[in-house]
Nanobody, 132 residues
Framework: QVQLVESGGDSVQAGGSLRLSCSVS????????????IAWFRQAPGKEREGVAA???????SYADSVAGRFTVSQNNAKNIVYLQMNSLKPEDTAMYYC??????????????????????WGQGTQVTVSS
């Protein structure tokens, strides 16, 4: 079983930046030892969970159109951490942000990796609030 813990959420002004972290661990399994994909999702009150960005073990990345050019997903293999750097934040980015993992990774076909049902392991989330 894989455990994921998000951190870095905060309240910021519009135009500001935040960096979220997703720490990945497993009791008897080293997640980063075989092909994997980790994605970031977000969910605002009353809205469906939506995919934001994803990265795989070969550094292949995927982004939602709403965040492309503003958000960057990256990994630190040595520390088993995946980051989400969020710049030029907008009030509409306000949501609970979750990371999710899947081994092996889902298809690279456009949009697949940003679908919540492709992932079986989820963290508890970290809140991001952007004020205008």
């Amino acid at each position: 079983q894989v455990q994921l813990v998000e951190s870095g959420g905060d309240s910021v002004q519009a135009g500001g930046s935040l960096r979220l972290s997703c720490s990945v661990s497993g009791a008897t399994y080293t997640p980063f030892s075989s092909p994997w994909c980790i994605a970031w999702f977000r969910q605002a009150p009353g809205k469906e969970r939506e995919g934001v960005a994803a990265i795989d073990s070969e550094d292949y990345t995927s982004y939602a159109d709403s965040v492309a050019g503003r958000f960057t997903v990256s990994q630190n293999n040595a520390k088993n951490i995946v980051y989400l750097q969020m710049n030029s934040l907008k009030p509409e980015d306000t949501a609970m942000y979750y990371c999710a993992a899947e081994f092996p990774p889902p298809s690279r076909r456009r949009g697949v990796r940003l679908r919540p049902y492709e992932y079986n392991s989820w963290g508890q989330g970290t809140q991001v609030t952007v004020s205008s």
